[in-house]
């Protein structure tokens, strides 16, 4: 009897300090908040756009406030628009959301641009225009 005592206590201390010693290595790993970080980071700030190019795919997102995308005949004082999209100088297409992506783009150095249209004062005329590297 004494004897399987003395094994379950064995048991219980090697347990224990085991699953202490798993606390431990789980502590010295990287947090999660710096993974999320770096997730973000990949994302390219440009002016009012971000874009992150994956692939032969860029993923661009409008960091516009209190704007309002539509399709429909624009007003002159009201905050809404649409983006058109160049790429390579080259019109791709209009976007009427404040994220999408430009798919299919071909190996190489290209030249994107967003143009917001917007008969708004404050937004007229906005334009971004950067490099992008599909490889």
Not at 39 to 62: H, N, P, T
Not at 109 to 124: A, D, F, I
Request: net charge positive.
């Amino acid at each position: 009897m004494k004897w399987m005592l003395s094994i379950c206590a064995l048991l219980f201390l090697v347990t224990g300090c085991q699953s202490q010693h798993e606390e431990q290595q789980v502590k010295k790993q990287d947090p999660a908040v710096p993974v999320m970080q770096q997730a973000q980071s990949e994302m390219k700030q440009q002016g009012f756009l971000k874009y992150k190019v994956q692939g032969s795919s860029v993923y661009i997102e409008s960091t516009l406030q209190d704007f309002h995308l539509q399709a429909e005949r624009l007003k002159k004082n009201e905050k809404a628009g649409y983006f058109t999209v160049y790429v390579d100088g080259k019109r791709a297409g209009n976007e009427y959301t404040a994220a999408f992506v430009v798919k299919h783009l071909s190996k190489g150095k290209h030249k994107m641009t967003v143009v917001l249209n917007s008969r708004h004062p404050e937004y007229k005329q906005k334009r971004e225009t950067w490099d992008v590297f599909v490889t």
